[in-house]
């Protein structure tokens, strides 16, 4: 079946760092990678997504980056800031499947 | 615009027992779908209704079910309470047709705990 690894678990980063999240997925029928991150207590929230037929999308201080070949796709935080702490997940979807197959989440503490 | 809302926002069950659980989509959004995450994992998917009819189901037993109603709003039922069933279940809505579900919009959620 499906599965979508993501890496780091955890990470911590000094307030105007970069940061970068990795998935690996395993269905090459996937065509659609979202990100969405959760507060605690709070829903998760989409903050940026990708189709297959786009290898980056930039919005602001947030990019994501796709490479189908090699099956990963990766969610770059430039200029992070303490909001920005939270869990961050990836998330895949394939044609003619209507469901989201979601990371283990990756915990981004942001310290002042 | 009021979002996704779901009901009750926090529930507590005994084994065994049988707990239902609703969901108001978006104003417009035909899709509906429901996940169970479990602390410190991504939610997993459970459903999938679209224009009252199922479209998808996850790797969950019969003891789970649901239903989307004309006014695209939509239940989850879970009969027979286990321990592992503890959980926050989410419901997401989509103006998502076709093939595709397309942007979810996730509700706060219903957190849902077993003893």
């Known amino acids: 079946g499906e599965n979508v690894e993501q890496h780091p678990s955890t990470l911590s980063v000094q307030e105007g760092d970069s940061a970068v999240i990795k998935c690996t997925y395993s269905?090459?029928?996937?065509?659609?990678f979202p990100w969405y991150k959760q507060e605690l207590g709070k829903r998760p929230q989409l903050i940026i997504d990708?189709?297959?037929?786009?290898g980056e999308k930039k919005d602001q201080r947030i990019a994501v980056t796709l490479n189908k070949t090699a099956k990963h796709f990766s969610l770059h935080i430039t200029e992070t800031q303490p909001e920005d702490s939270a869990v961050y997940f990836c998330?895949?979807?394939?044609?003619?499947?209507?469901?989201?197959?979601f990371g283990t989440g990756t915990r981004l503490l942001v310290s002042p | 615009d009021a979002g996704v809302t779901q009901s009750p926002t926090h529930l507590i069950k005994t084994r065994g027992q049988q707990v239902t659980l609703r969901c108001s989509p978006i104003?417009?959004?035909?899709?509906v779908s429901w996940y169970q995450q479990v602390l410190g994992q991504g939610p997993q998917f459970i459903f999938q209704?679209?224009?009252?009819?199922?479209?998808g189901r996850g790797n969950f037993p019969d003891r789970f079910s649901a239903r989307q109603f004309p006014n695209y709003s939509s239940e989850l039922n879970v009969n027979a309470l286990l321990l592992g069933d503890s959980a926050l279940y989410l419901c997401?809505?989509?103006?998502?047709?076709?093939?595709?579900?397309?942007?979810?919009?996730f509700g706060e959620g219903s957190r849902l705990t077993v003893l």
């Open positions: 998330a895949t979807e394939s044609t003619g499947f209507q469901k989201l197959v």
């Open positions: 269905d090459s029928a996937s065509n659609y």
């Open positions: 209704y679209y224009e009252k009819e199922e479209r």
């Open positions: 990708i189709r297959s037929n786009v």
């Open positions: 104003s417009g959004h035909k899709s």
């Open positions: 997401a809505s989509s103006a998502g047709t076709g093939m595709n579900t397309g942007e979810l919009f």
